[in-house]
């Protein structure tokens, strides 16, 4: 499996990869449900892009229409690309099938679209996919365990954990920066619990680490917007 990535490097360090973003943007609801795919196993999109992408390349589709709180970041794998055919009026463009793992996510811009749901909260921060590997502990323990971050903002991030954590529980999450670089800590509450993984709100305080997290997130969220 390919990943057509991009590099975020920020301080001399190299955090994380970023699969490359594919913009799927819809004037109305409609429209969003006559290009959405129901025949592919976790649903999929048609997203133009003119750059050239192979079968099982992994990227990001970044959904958005009126009605729509957020733009909406699912991970998604590459059907097939074509090339543009301007006699006939065929875009450049890539059909791609949602991971499995987006489920909730695909499952509730779909209601959304169909009406079925109607209120929404808007997020204060975008949310960034990422699959980077973690230690955390409660707050009020020394010992770490080992976890993943599936999705990332300057306001939190969903965990991936075997540990049941509670709501209101406080925990330290450390990210490991490759190249040899000192781990970044960050005190976080746990805001909510899904089949996926927990939701955890950051909470900056005094110390580097968390300020570096915030630019570096700041820079991410930037480049690709």
């Given at each position: 499996?390919?990943?057509p990535s991009i590099l975020i490097w920020s301080f001399g360090i190299q955090l994380f990869p970023v699969m490359l973003i594919l913009k799927a943007?819809?004037?109305?609801?409609?429209?969003?449900?006559?290009?959405?795919?129901?025949?592919?196993?976790?649903?999929?999109?048609?997203?133009?892009?003119?750059?050239?992408?192979?079968?099982?390349?992994?990227?990001?589709?970044?959904?958005?229409?009126?009605?729509?709180?957020?733009?909406?970041?699912?991970?998604?794998?590459?059907?097939?690309?074509?090339?543009a055919l301007p006699r006939l009026r065929i875009r450049a463009g890539a059909m791609v099938t949602f991971l499995t793992e987006e489920n909730e996510?695909?499952?509730?811009?779909?209601?959304?679209?169909?009406g079925q749901q109607s209120e929404a909260v808007k997020r204060r921060h975008p949310r960034i996919p990422v699959e980077m590997e973690v230690r955390?502990?409660?707050?009020?323990?020394?010992?770490?365990?080992?976890?993943?971050?599936?999705?990332?903002?300057?306001?939190?991030?969903?965990?991936?954990?075997?540990?049941?954590?509670?709501?209101?529980?406080?925990?330290?999450?450390?990210?490991?920066?490759?190249?040899?670089?000192?781990?970044?800590?960050?005190?976080?509450?746990?805001?909510?619990?899904?089949?996926?993984?927990?939701?955890?709100?950051?909470?900056?305080?005094?110390?580097?680490?968390?300020?570096?997290?915030?630019?570096?997130?700041?820079?991410?969220?930037?480049?690709?917007?």
């Amino acid at each position: 499996m390919r990943f057509p990535s991009i590099l975020i490097w920020s301080f001399g360090i190299q955090l994380f990869p970023v699969m490359l973003i594919l913009k799927a943007r819809f004037r109305n609801k409609s429209e969003f449900l006559e290009a959405y795919n129901e025949d592919l196993p976790a649903g999929g999109l048609f997203c133009p892009t003119t750059r050239m992408l192979e079968e099982n390349d992994e990227v990001v589709v970044e959904v958005h229409f009126p009605g729509l709180p957020n733009k909406m970041m699912l991970r998604a794998q590459v059907v097939w690309w074509r090339s543009a055919l301007p006699r006939l009026r065929i875009r450049a463009g890539a059909m791609v099938t949602f991971l499995t793992e987006e489920n909730e996510k695909r499952d509730f811009i779909l209601k959304l679209a169909e009406g079925q749901q109607s209120e929404a909260v808007k997020r204060r921060h975008p949310r960034i996919p990422v699959e980077m590997e973690v230690r955390w502990r409660n707050s009020e323990t020394p010992t770490f365990q080992h976890g993943r971050l599936r999705d990332i903002s300057i306001g939190g991030a969903l965990l991936v954990t075997d540990d049941l954590l509670h709501e209101g529980e406080e925990v330290v999450i450390e990210l490991t920066t490759r190249g040899g670089a000192s781990p970044i800590s960050i005190a976080g509450k746990v805001t909510y619990n899904t089949d996926v993984g927990v939701g955890v709100r950051f909470m900056y305080r005094d110390g580097g680490g968390s300020q570096r997290l915030r630019e570096v997130v700041r820079r991410l969220i930037a480049d690709e917007e």
